[in-house]
């Protein structure tokens, strides 16, 4: 599991995504979020703009699985 550090208190799940180099553009992470290949603490999230907060965990389905676990620095 990799760990993502933010200064912030959330991140959007599409920046997250971007942020972690998971998608290189929005219509990307769009395309990711939309299809339900996302999922956040183990539920499926198909909103682009779901809040990321210290602790949450995000997993995507694609051809190698990513898992990222957001930290606050």
């Known amino acids: 599991m990799e760990e993502i550090i933010i200064d912030t208190e959330f991140i959007k799940l599409d920046s997250l995504l971007k942020y972690a180099a998971v ?32 602790g949450m965990t995000v997993k995507v389905l694609a051809d190698e699985e990513v898992n990222l676990i957001v930290k606050k620095r």
Do not use: C, M, P
């Open 23 to 54: 998608v290189q553009t929005g219509a990307d992470a769009k395309f990711f979020i939309s299809e339900g290949l996302v999922l956040v603490d183990g539920e499926v999230e198909t909103r682009r703009g779901r809040k990321i907060y210290d």
